[in-house]
Nanobody, 115 residues
Framework: QVQLVESGGGSVQPGESLRLSCASS??????MGWHRQAPGKERELVAT???????NYADYVKGRFTISIDNAKNTVYLQMNNLKPEDTAKYYC???????????WGQGTQVTVSS
């Protein structure tokens, strides 16, 4: 079975940066991305990227976050710059695996942004 392992979360001050990583135990054939969920809020889609490199972003992270994929390492990255307190959430990596759109989820990594 596919396993996704996230890393890179932590506690930072506003304006600082973090890079999240999500390593898959299998080759990425499909779409990978990140959701986030803060206490009391609905889960939000942050960014997605296809194995070919096409990326999409939520409006509230455009210009600050960059998603990328290293197919050789089976790893997707989320570079988060100029972090804001409202970015505080648990971030979950997912893989939507072709050809049957089977979903796989990581356990999540916490990002906390506060002064």
């Amino acid at each position: 079975q596919v396993q996704l392992v996230e890393s890179g979360g932590g506690s930072v001050q506003p304006g600082e940066s973090l890079r999240l990583s999500c390593a898959s135990s299998r080759s990425v054939v499909g779409i990978m991305g990140w959701h986030r969920q803060a206490p009391g809020k609905e889960r939000e889609l942050v960014a997605t990227i296809a194995s070919g490199g096409r990326a999409n972003y939520a409006d509230y992270v455009k210009g600050r976050f960059t998603i990328s994929i290293d197919n050789a390492k089976n790893t997707v990255y989320l570079q988060m710059n100029n972090l804001k307190p409202e970015d505080t959430a648990k971030y979950y990596c997912f893989l939507r695996q072709d050809p049957f759109d089977i979903m796989h989820w990581g356990q999540g990594t916490q990002v906390t942004v506060s002064s």
